[in-house]
């Protein structure tokens, strides 16, 4: 039996059953143990906000002098900077947090696009759409040419990245990940000016996976490997990750110490905001970048905050006691700058407009645009659905309008991977990110990514402003 697209589907329940039993190797967590225990302690975080919460001004300043050091912060130092409230002082993180995020990558923006290749899952994540007893989801996983399909579409916007994301199963199992990602890297397409392009670098928002595995997805040249914890407080995750291998806290906890022992030495941590108390999570990603620093010597190379959107059959986007309105927000995007200064902060197209313009002016650096998140939905130039995709996105601009917009507040769109593609990763990019070098280092192969995106794919007025951008760097 095959579905629409063609896939196999037929496959008893049984034997998903036993496939997603098969998933967690116990071997590979116990190694990774700081005795018995996780890296992430949850009296002591508790403790430590408690302890930190009425900062004391010439402390908070201190703080911010080492975050321009572009030292990571301690659990201690964040939760003060996470308790501020006075809205001067919280104006001068602000202000602290832009001077960081300057330094280490001066006013570059760096764009991809999603690519979702397959929405079936065996997992049962309460705010998510692709979980696997969500009749109203349709289901899809794509074939290989339609992934080339997708591609051709994301490059006719002028995309040079990509990432691809996945549900739990056995129709997207490492095979199936590595064909796509071979797929993906094969398209080449001419721009509207008739030269080569391509997409250049694929990372990948996946489930957790064996070392093995890992090492394949390695060998057929993945970017950066994304695994987001959701929530680092056990019991909130075990009341949101009811059944599937996904509910097995510990086995997410260490998929990117995973990642580095297979080589994959670009990891991509996150946290879904709006289940748990942001500060508490803020205190796990910190603790997740320690240990990370610890037993590999590099931290997270981007770190993630999307923020619950409504999903298909789910209603904790309205009801959970945690959600996190555009205040704190930003406040805790400037948290997480200081906190761990290195990182790339990633926010997506979930977001509505205006705050994601302000997230990116106030220390985001990644982000996409032109984000169609439904399976297939490139090549359909399908309308959002709700039956059809993981979650509803709030800014669906185009790249172009995207672009323009931050063209305007004078920053620059970079379309440039030669960095991976010359190895300039793992402990290499991070001694340039923690010695303030990558930002001046790249701006030049930046200026002329960004030439080349106006002249192949940029409306008038966005080569407009643009061009007056490129200006005033060469000058
Ligand atoms: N199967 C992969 C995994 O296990 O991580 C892919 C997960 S999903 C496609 C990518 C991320 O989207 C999730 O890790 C979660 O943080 C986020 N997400 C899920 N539901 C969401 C919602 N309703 N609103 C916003 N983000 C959501």
């Given at each position: 039996?095959?579905?629409?697209?063609?896939?196999?589907?037929?496959?008893?329940?049984?034997?998903?059953?036993?496939?997603?039993?098969?998933?967690?190797?116990?071997?590979?967590?116990?190694?990774?143990?700081?005795?018995?225990?996780?890296?992430?302690?949850?009296?002591?975080?508790?403790?430590?906000?408690?302890?930190?919460?009425?900062?004391?001004?010439?402390?908070?300043r201190d703080i911010l002098e080492k975050s321009l050091t572009i030292e990571r912060l301690t659990p201690e130092e964040t939760?003060?900077?996470?308790?501020?409230?006075?809205?001067?002082?919280?104006?001068?993180?602000?202000?602290?947090?832009?001077?960081?995020?300057?330094?280490?990558?001066?006013?570059?923006?760096?764009?991809?696009?999603?690519?979702?290749?397959?929405?079936?899952?065996?997992?049962?994540?309460?705010?998510?759409?692709?979980?696997?007893?969500?009749?109203?989801?349709?289901?899809?996983?794509?074939?290989?040419?339609?992934?080339?399909?997708?591609?051709?579409?994301?490059?006719?916007?002028?995309?040079?990245?990509?990432?691809?994301?996945?549900?739990?199963?056995?129709?997207?199992?490492?095979?199936?990940?590595?064909?796509?990602?071979?797929?993906?890297?094969?398209?080449?397409?001419?721009?509207?000016?008739?030269?080569?392009?391509?997409?250049?670098?694929?990372?990948?928002?996946?489930?957790?996976?064996?070392?093995?595995?890992?090492?394949?997805?390695?060998?057929?040249?993945?970017?950066?490997?994304?695994?987001?914890?959701?929530?680092?407080?056990?019991?909130?995750?075990?009341?949101?990750?009811?059944?599937?291998?996904?509910?097995?806290?510990?086995?997410?906890?260490?998929?990117?110490?995973?990642?580095?022992?297979?080589?994959?030495?670009?990891?991509?941590?996150?946290?879904?905001?709006?289940?748990?108390?942001?500060?508490?999570?803020?205190?796990?990603?910190?603790?997740?970048?320690?240990?990370?620093?610890?037993?590999?010597?590099?931290?997270?190379?981007?770190?993630?905050?999307?923020?619950?959107?409504?999903?298909?059959?789910?209603?904790?986007?309205?009801?959970?006691?945690?959600?996190?309105?555009?205040?704190?927000?930003?406040?805790?995007?400037?948290?997480?700058?200081?906190?761990?200064?290195?990182?790339?902060?990633?926010?997506?197209?979930?977001?509505?407009?205006?705050?994601?313009?302000?997230?990116?002016?106030?220390?985001?650096?990644?982000?996409?645009?032109?984000?169609?998140?439904?399976?297939?939905?490139?090549?359909?130039?399908?309308?959002?659905?709700?039956?059809?995709?993981?979650?509803?996105?709030?800014?669906?601009?185009?790249?172009?309008?995207?672009?323009?917009?931050?063209?305007?507040?004078?920053?620059?769109?970079?379309?440039?991977?030669?960095?991976?593609?010359?190895?300039?990763?793992?402990?290499?990019?991070?001694?340039?990110?923690?010695?303030?070098?990558?930002?001046?280092?790249?701006?030049?192969?930046?200026?002329?990514?960004?030439?080349?995106?106006?002249?192949?794919?940029?409306?008038?007025?966005?080569?407009?402003?643009?061009?007056?951008?490129?200006?005033?760097?060469?000058?």
């Amino acid at each position: 039996m095959t579905d629409s697209t063609g896939v196999e589907l037929n496959m008893p329940l049984t034997e998903i059953h036993q496939w997603s039993k098969s998933r967690i190797r116990k071997n590979e967590i116990t190694k990774y143990l700081n005795g018995e225990r996780d890296f992430v302690d949850e009296c002591a975080i508790e403790q430590i906000l408690e302890r930190n919460r009425n900062p004391d001004i010439c402390h908070v300043r201190d703080i911010l002098e080492k975050s321009l050091t572009i030292e990571r912060l301690t659990p201690e130092e964040t939760a003060v900077l996470a308790n501020v409230t006075d809205p001067d002082l919280l104006n001068e993180m602000a202000d602290t947090g832009l001077k960081v995020k300057r330094k280490v990558y001066d006013q570059r923006i760096v764009f991809f696009a999603p690519l979702y290749c397959s929405n079936r899952c065996v997992n049962g994540c309460a705010y998510y759409g692709f979980r696997s007893d969500n009749a109203a989801e349709k289901r899809r996983t794509l074939e290989m040419m339609e992934i080339c399909e997708e591609t051709r579409k994301v490059l006719s916007e002028g995309h040079k990245r990509m990432i691809m994301v996945f549900g739990e199963h056995p129709v997207s199992d490492v095979d199936y990940i590595c064909s796509s990602l071979k797929t993906i890297y094969s398209v080449k397409e001419k721009t509207p000016r008739g030269n080569s392009t391509s997409i250049r670098r694929i990372n990948i928002n996946a489930a957790p996976i064996t070392v093995d595995a890992l090492r394949q997805l390695h060998s057929e040249g993945i970017g950066t490997f994304q695994v987001f914890q959701e929530t680092y407080h056990k019991e909130t995750y075990r009341q949101m990750h009811p059944f599937g291998p996904k509910a097995n806290y510990r086995w997410r906890l260490y998929a990117l110490h995973h990642a580095m022992e297979a080589g994959v030495d670009d990891m991509g941590a996150g946290a879904l905001l709006g289940l748990n108390d942001w500060k508490y999570e803020v205190l796990g990603l910190v603790a997740h970048a320690m240990d990370l620093e610890k037993k590999f010597n590099i931290g997270p190379h981007t770190v993630s905050v999307p923020r619950l959107t409504s999903a298909s059959g789910s209603s904790i986007h309205v009801n959970s006691r945690y959600l996190v309105n555009d205040e704190l927000f930003k406040r805790m995007i400037t948290v997480i700058r200081l906190a761990i200064p290195y990182t790339g902060l990633i926010v997506t197209a979930r977001e509505m407009p205006q705050i994601r313009m302000q997230s990116i002016t106030s220390g985001c650096t990644q982000t996409d645009a032109s984000s169609k998140i439904g399976v297939g939905a490139y090549a359909q130039q399908s309308e959002q659905r709700i039956d059809h995709q993981q979650f509803m996105l709030g800014d669906t601009r185009s790249l172009d309008e995207v672009v323009r917009e931050l063209a305007e507040m004078g920053m620059i769109t970079s379309f440039c991977a030669a960095g991976y593609r010359c190895g300039r990763t793992g402990d290499k990019i991070m001694r340039l990110l923690h010695s303030g070098t990558e930002g001046k280092f790249c701006k030049l192969n930046a200026v002329l990514t960004f030439r080349e995106y106006l002249d192949d794919y940029a409306s008038a007025q966005t080569k407009s402003v643009g061009e007056k951008v490129i200006e005033k760097e060469l000058a």
